[in-house]
């Protein structure tokens, strides 16, 4: 709980700051949506399991569930190697993200 409002504070503190200068805040990624275009690409190979796709990628099988399941929002490199594992480039996995 604390984690949260400390970070709602941060959050709040930088919109103030940039809007002293007249700039707006960065737009928020849409994770949701890279987790279901990844989810997509996978369920469109037949015989992609996640463990194929972990081996594919070299990150662990947790991890790729953590990534795709949103457990964890992951790291670009972890991004990457996943998009490797898809057989796409990570461009064509990141053109679905979005911002909300």
């Known amino acids: 709980m604390w984690?949260?409002?400390?970070t709602w504070l941060m959050m709040n503190q930088q919109d103030e700051k940039l809007s002293i200068y007249g700039l707006e805040p960065p737009p928020v990624p849409d994770m949701e949506a890279l987790r279901v275009a990844a989810r997509a690409f996978r369920q469109s190979r037949p015989g992609l399991t996640i463990d194929v796709l972990a081996a594919r990628s070299g990150l662990s099988r947790n991890t790729?569930?953590?990534l795709l399941n949103g457990t964890r929002e992951g790291t670009l490199a972890s991004w990457y190697l996943l998009a490797?594992?898809?057989g796409i480039p990570l461009s064509e996995l990141v053109s679905h993200l979005g911002a909300v």
């Open 84 to 86: 490797h594992g898809l």
């Open 64 to 66: 790729v569930l953590n």
């Open 3 to 6: 984690g949260a409002t400390v």
